[in-house]
């Protein structure tokens, strides 16, 4: 850490001596990858990264970071690929498949994400411990249900049937009032009693 507050690419020359004579150094490994971010080096990056998740598969850091780096190149699908580890090596994690649900989003998959925006509140113990985690999920449950009321036959990369008919309809409506709820005047979260957003999202919501 000294070395790359003085040089980055010293500290790059370290690291790659290092794993050198020992491969098995998570640490320095784990230390080149992040230099290497640093430096935007993206493509050797995603290579070192890959390759140290084949030796070390359970580390669930580095799938997440392997995630975020093919979602800075709009690789989506490779993204969504990356997080499905993370999601079996920690598959009780509410965070993680509302990333999931969102990159699934961002790739156009609608029906691929609603599954996840669901499974994410399914995942949360509490409503208070997980207040923006699920506040974010059903924001995605009713962009979601929007979209495939507007187009029911979305195509789903990951060929995940689109819910339908009146479980849909029942979806749509279920994140209106969940979301009203969350933004109703009761349910502010700063002194003054003011709720950031409501105004607008009630709008959106067309109350």
Not at 55 to 67: H, I, P, Q, V
Not at 103 to 112: E, F, G, K, Q, V
Not at 174 to 201: F, I
């Amino acid at each position: 850490m000294r070395i790359e507050a003085k040089d980055l690419g010293l500290a790059l020359e370290y690291y790659e001596h290092t794993l050198e004579n020992d491969e098995t150094n998570v640490a320095i490994w784990k230390r080149l990858i992040a230099v290497l971010r640093q430096q935007n080096k993206t493509e050797r990056c995603v290579k070192e990264l890959v390759t140290f998740l084949d030796t070390f598969y359970s580390d669930l850091e580095g799938w997440l970071e392997l995630a975020d780096l093919y979602a800075s190149l709009n690789l989506y699908t490779r993204s969504l690929q990356a997080l499905s580890h993370a999601l079996l090596l920690a598959p009780q994690n509410p965070f993680h498949a509302l990333r999931f649900a969102e990159t699934a989003y961002t790739a156009n998959d609608i029906p691929l994400a609603l599954r996840y925006y669901l499974r994410t509140i399914e995942l949360i113990d509490s409503e208070e411990d997980g207040k923006e985690t699920g506040r974010r999920a059903w924001f995605g449950v009713k962009l979601c249900t929007s979209h495939l009321s507007r187009t029911p036959n979305l195509p789903s990369e990951s060929n995940t049937l689109p819910v339908q008919g009146k479980n849909l309809a029942a979806l749509e409506v279920l994140a209106t009032e969940r979301l009203s709820a969350a933004y109703s005047s009761t349910a502010n979260t700063k002194p003054d009693g003011k709720v950031p957003g409501r105004k607008e999202v009630l709008k959106w919501l067309g109350q």
